[in-house]
Structures are given as structure tokens and as C-alpha cells.
């Protein structure tokens, strides 16, 4: 059964950097494109970025682009989201799913993760 974990969150200042890591493990198809949501506090979740199988192709919200990279590494099973110059507004639980293109993020293969909380406060 594919399963996602987050992690990597943490307390950061404005302008601050982390890296937040999503680890697969337990699918059996190849490898699936894995997208980044956030939920803050009182609002909907909203996606964030997204990569392909590949690696390839990568896609990312106007509010995280020129800030946010997002990257993978299919050998160790890994996506990372590299988060630069963080602001209040992107405090929130961050969670990884996986999808079968990033054409089609409304739906999710297999669950929802617990999510990593990332605070960004001064």
C-alpha cells in the first residue's frame, strides 16, 4: 500500500528557508507525480507545487513561484520542497500526495499523510 510521509517542518523567521522531504514507499506501479498542498489554519487545503513521475515537469502556485523549488529523487523515493524568502502567509500543515499526472491533482492515490507543520513567525 503506497504511503507518504512529510517532514521537515519547523518554527522559521520571515525570509527564512526550509526543506520539506515526502517519502514513498509500498507502491507498486513505477513511480506516481506527488504534489505539495498547505492548509492554514481556518482555510481550505490548497496545492502548492507539483512534479512529475519524471521529474521532468514541475508546476507550482503564483503565491510559492520564484520562492519554492520542488524536486525528487525516484532512486531514494523522495520528493523535496526546497522553501525560500517564507512569508507569515505560508505557515500552515503541509502534506505530499501522490497522483497519477499533475493534470489530475484533485484526486489522490492511496491517503493523505499527517502532514508537517511549518510556522513561519518573527
Known amino acids: 500500500q503506497l504511503q507518504l510521509v512529510e517532514s521537515g517542518g519547523g518554527l522559521v523567521q520571515p525570509g527564512g528557508s526550509l526543506q520539506l522531504s515526502c517519502a514513498a514507499s509500498g507502491f507498486t506501479r513505477g513511480y506516481y507525480a506527488i504534489g505539495w498542498f498547505r492548509q492554514a489554519p481556518g482555510k481550505e487545503r490548497e496545492g502548492v507545487s507539483c512534479?512529475?513521475?519524471?521529474?521532468?515537469?514541475?508546476n507550482y502556485a503564483d503565491s510559492v513561484k520564484g520562492r519554492f523549488i520542488i524536486s525528487r529523487d525516484n532512486a531514494n523515493n523522495t520528493v523535496y520542497l526546497q522553501m525560500n524568502s517564507l512569508k507569515l502567509e505560508d505557515t500552515g500543515i503541509y502534506y505530499c500526495?501522490?497522483?497519477?499526472?499533475?493534470?489530475?491533482?484533485?484526486?489522490?492515490?492511496?491517503?493523505w499523510g499527517q502532514g508537517t507543520q511549518v510556522t513561519v513567525s518573527s
Open positions: 512534479i512529475s513521475s519524471s521529474g521532468s515537469s514541475t
Open positions: 500526495a501522490a497522483h497519477l499526472s499533475c493534470s489530475r491533482t484533485n484526486l489522490i492515490v492511496g491517503s
